[in-house]
């Protein structure tokens, strides 16, 4: 009974919170990707500009992933925040593999540090938030 009650306390502390954050992070992200391939088709956005674009754009999802964590888990803001950003980095390197096409490991690096620290920035947020 003690395992179950173990396993059960690890899922609500950490694979719930961390679930919830990911989710919010991938919809956040993939709706601003796509207000801004909306911006760059309907603008003439010079196409150097388009990498930092993207990476703002997994920067604020991942800082909305991190709020959200937080917000689930109640506690631990900055590491479910980082986590969460760690994650959706690794989604979004998964995607960048499956096209196939490379991936550069400099802008991997700057990538992985970004959505690490906007997560990171959105957990600790997401506890230290008044509540109501």
Known sequence: ????????????QWVRPLLVGLCVGVLCCTLLLLLA???????????????????VAAGIG????????????????????ALCGILLFVIILLAGLARATGIDPGYAAIKLAVLTVAGAIGGVLGVNRKRR
């Open 62 to 81: 991942a800082f909305a992933g991190g709020l959200a964590a937080a917000l689930a888990a109640g506690r631990r803001g900055l590491v479910m925040g």
């Open 1 to 12: 009974m003690n395992t179950q009650s173990t396993t059960r306390t690890v899922l609500q």
């Open 37 to 55: 391939a909306l911006a760059i088709r309907s603008v003439e956005i010079p196409r150097a500009a388009v990498t930092p674009l993207a990476t």
